[in-house]
Every structure is written in structure tokens, then in C-alpha cells.
């Protein structure tokens, strides 16, 4: 079996968010060109500044 216990009490919650999962289940790609300024703003706004992993 690939699922440990922990993977199986996920997977009701990983299958409720699929629906949710927009880009993945759309028939057209997205573009990221476009969509680009939205999330970089957000990245802006939440990740300010130089990371240092």
C-alpha cells in the first residue's frame, strides 16, 4: 500500500479541495503573462523583501 494512516485520514480533505483547484481542471491553460502582476503583488504584499531560505 502507498498510503500511510496519515495519507489516509488526508485524503477527504485533499479531495474537497480539488474542487477548488481551478487552473488544473480548466480547458485552456492559463496565462501566466497575465496572471503574473496579480500574484506578484501579492507576493509583495505577504513576502516583502529578499528571502533567505
Not at 25 to 47: F, G, M, N, S, T
Request: glycine content about 2%; cysteine-free.
Amino acid at each position: 500500500q502507498l498510503m500511510s494512516e496519515d495519507d489516509e485520514e488526508l485524503l477527504d480533505w485533499v479531495l474537497e479541495f480539488n474542487k477548488f483547484d481551478l487552473y488544473t481542471k480548466a480547458d485552456v491553460r492559463p496565462d501566466v503573462e497575465k496572471l503574473w502582476p496579480y500574484y506578484q503583488a501579492l507576493i509583495d504584499k505577504y513576502l516583502p523583501g529578499k528571502l533567505s531560505w
